[in-house]
């Protein structure tokens, strides 16, 4: 049964045809009919259009849930981090079936900074009596995977060595203003251990404010919230001792400790050399830190007999939350975690676009999990492997992209966002001139709930697709069923967090993230893993698959359009609303400022991409279009550009590699996004004097923004 849904009401027809995709091509050859598209794909003239659809039918047929399930099942066999032998295997299988699949596959190796994997990592309480602390998640008789032999202890990678035992201090979820919170109480955390929950931020900054306070080791653990139900394995939500890991690190950069703004080249020196920073120079955290579960945690805090935590601090276990310990209960914290120069192989396939091979739609995600990975991020390997496939198969049929797509496969992203990052900084110039587009897809499917973020530009074409594939076991396009069922209405803002950041923040190349997940509880935890997956993931593996067509399509329009479909009016529209919410965040925190200058200039920028939009729409009307291959061509070159317009050499402050003034991941909690991040510092730090030159900034960014798009208006005009 074919599962698409074709747009232009072609797919009650298609449906009720076995040899569908065979009656479009005939349709498509044939002249003008009724079934012809009204409304052409946006940036189509009506010939290529025809062309697409024909295409489309094809490649909607392609994507099964029998290979989609096949690879991830193979993928999630046994634990494999970055840097593990398993995952050899892994990036070798990810280049053999791409191979097989027929795209032109490149394995990119880099020798990147990391910490070395490693059990060596424990906690007790030592007085007043010494408890040992459990800190592996148990094999369970539900859970065959649970028992694998490679499983790892609960670990945070770039942790400090140590071996350290102090009183105990809770910091809540530690973010700035829970330690600011602390220190306006008196309490000082020289010498001691901090115990944080989860949530709230990036858990890096949780270890940096308390390691600036002189703390001597960091405890994170989950907190279950309120609700019990539904505990792995019963349910999908964690149990009392689910261990969530994760990366530490809090750098000024994304991707390698040790080289910012260059790619760490293989220290053979094959490609080239680089410079390394001495790791001395670098800040890394130094203390100790390490993660347990709610049971765990419970032993410490029911044994804590300090002041009581305000209420906000409260969180699900059955004890009272206390802020300090008391002198006579301590905690022993002890890491063991060297760091080392290791190899991490990114694997980067493509399918050779036939008429502009040089520009590249980007779809992407890592391939490191912290143990087996099938949720994050292998739920989106293996889509990205099905859709790989069905691409090779399409070009085979004649429906070869006319721009390349590439399918990317980043290593080493838990420890730092570094596979994807050291790619970028190598291939910057490409990156920045000729690449449309980067779709990333970590964790990207876990289940029926479909969620996605992007650029401005990228907005349009993605919710058009979404409108022309069917959601699975329903007669609704994805986009119906997201609006009437699954809570969504607009796409989001993409910010920080995953592989999309250096190309979006770094390299100016639009980018979003879509997904379909589920409830979970197993976020980097040993029972994040195919059994897991079965019983409360996408339990018939249908969503890799509807995943798999939304990516394509967005793909394959970005790839065939004749001229380059992204949604020009965004960038004014979603910038005013960027405003709205500074001004808000400055009210709250009583600063002034006016920024009715920016206000302005997005309405000049809303009439330059409707007089934009008016005249690629009009030099694409008709059978026999007017617009001639170069002009389209320049066009495409200075739309390219049009993401660049946010671009500024010296960066945002403090942080001179986020390069786009557009948007940042929240400087002071890592993973929310700030949009126009330049004016919000200013605001966040009670700077309004500095407010003005920030503005000037944007409105200059804006203004290139408008004369790109009058730019390509002329040449279309021509
Ligand atoms: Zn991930």
Not at 98 to 115: E, I
Not at 216 to 237: C, K, L, T
Not at 269 to 298: K, Y
Not at 447 to 470: A, E, R
Request: aromatic residues 8%; charged residues 25%.
């Amino acid at each position: 049964m074919p599962t698409a849904r074709l747009p232009l009401g072609l797919s009650s027809f298609l449906l009720a045809s076995a040899a569908g995709a065979t009656a479009l091509m005939l349709l498509a050859a044939g002249p003008t009919s009724a079934q012809e598209p009204t409304d052409p794909y946006v940036g189509f003239t009506a010939e290529r259009a025809r062309v697409q659809m024909t295409c489309e039918a094809r490649f909607l047929d392609l994507p099964s849930s029998q290979t989609f399930r096949e690879h991830l099942r193979i993928i999630t066999s046994a634990p494999h981090p970055a840097g593990s032998e398993a995952q050899v295997e892994v990036g070798n299988y990810l280049t053999r079936v791409m191979r097989a699949a027929g795209l032109d596959v490149v394995r990119h190796t880099y020798d990147v900074y990391l910490p070395q994997l490693t059990d060596d990592v424990e906690a007790w309480i030592a007085t007043p009596e010494r408890i040992k602390l459990s800190n592996r998640e148990p094999a369970l008789p539900d859970d065959r995977f649970s028992h694998h032999p490679d499983l790892l202890n609960g670990w945070n990678a770039f942790s400090g060595t140590g071996d350290v035992t102090g009183e105990v201090v809770y910091a809540n979820f530690g973010r700035r203003e829970d330690y600011e919170a602390l220190d306006s109480m008196g309490i000082d955390l020289a010498g001691r251990i901090v115990i944080a929950r989860y949530g709230g931020n990036f858990r890096g900054y949780k270890v940096k404010f308390a390691e600036e306070r002189g703390a001597a080791g960091v405890i994170m653990f989950n907190d279950p919230g309120f609700s019990r139900e539904g505990a792995y394995p019963e349910g999908p939500m964690m149990n009392g001792e689910t261990i969530q890991r994760g990366s530490v690190l809090t750098l000024p950069w994304t991707g390698d400790p040790l080289t910012p703004f260059e790619p760490a080249l293989p220290v053979s020196g094959e490609r080239g050399h680089v410079e390394r920073l001495d790791p001395d120079d670098v800040a890394m955290p130094t203390i100790p830190v390490l993660p347990l579960g709610f049971l765990a945690a419970e032993q410490i805090l029911s044994r804590m007999e300090g002041t009581e935590a305000p209420a906000g601090w409260r969180g699900g276990i059955e004890t009272s939350y206390r802020i300090t310990g008391g002198p006579e209960l301590t905690v022993r914290v002890r890491v063991n975690q060297p760091r080392a120069l290791t190899r991490a192989v990114n694997v980067v396939g493509t399918v050779v676009g036939s008429e502009y091979p040089d520009e590249w739609i980007i779809l992407g995600a890592h391939y490191d999990p912290w143990g087996f990975g099938a949720i994050d991020p292998n739920g989106g390997t293996a889509m990205l492997l099905t859709l790989a496939e069905a691409l090779g198969e399409l070009a085979d049929t004649g429906c070869r992209p006319r721009r390349s797509i590439l399918i990317a496969h980043w290593d080493a992203e838990e420890a730092g966002i570094i596979g994807s990052t050291e790619w970028v900084e190598e291939f910057i110039d490409p990156l920045t001139v000729n690449t449309v587009a980067y779709i990333n897809a970590d964790a990207a499917v876990s289940g029926p709930n479909f969620g996605g973020s992007s650029s401005p530009s990228l907005k349009g074409p993605i919710l058009d697709v979404l409108d022309d594939v069917t959601y699975p076991g329903d007669d609704r396009s994805v986009l119906d069923w997201w609006r009437e069922e699954g809570g969504g209405s607009e796409l989001g803002n993409l910010g920080g967090g995953s592989d999309h950041v250096a190309f979006y923040t770094h390299a100016g190349v639009p980018s979003a993230g879509l997904s379909s997940g589920a409830p979970s509880g197993v976020y980097h935890s040993n029972y994040d893993n195919f059994a897991w997956f079965e019983r409360f993931g996408d339990t018939d593996f249908v969503f890799g698959p509807m995943l798999t067509r939304i990516d394509g399509l967005v793909a394959l329009r970005l790839a065939n359009a004749d001229v380059l479909p992204y949604d020009a009016t965004r960038y004014a529209t979603d910038t005013r609303v960027h405003v709205e919410t500074l001004l808000r965040v400055a009210e709250e925190r009583r600063v002034e400022v006016d920024l009715s200058r920016l206000v302005d200039a997005t309405e000049a920028l809303e009439a330059a991409a409707e007089r934009f939009t008016g005249a690629r729409d009009r030099s694409l009307e008709g059978d026999a279009a007017a617009l001639a291959h170069p002009v389209a061509q320049r066009t495409n070159r200075v739309l390219r550009r049009l993401e660049k317009a946010w671009l500024d050499d010296g960066g945002l402050q403090d942080r001179p590699w986020s390069r786009n003034l557009y948007v940042s991941p929240d400087p002071f909690s890592g993973y929310a996004s700030w949009m126009l991040p330049g004016v919000r510092f200013e605001i966040e730090t009670d700077d309004p004097a500095e407010v003005p030159e920030w503005e000037a900034k944007y409105l200059r960014a804006i203004e290139r923004l408008t004369a790109l798009l009058d730019e390509a208006t002329a040449l279309l005009a021509g």
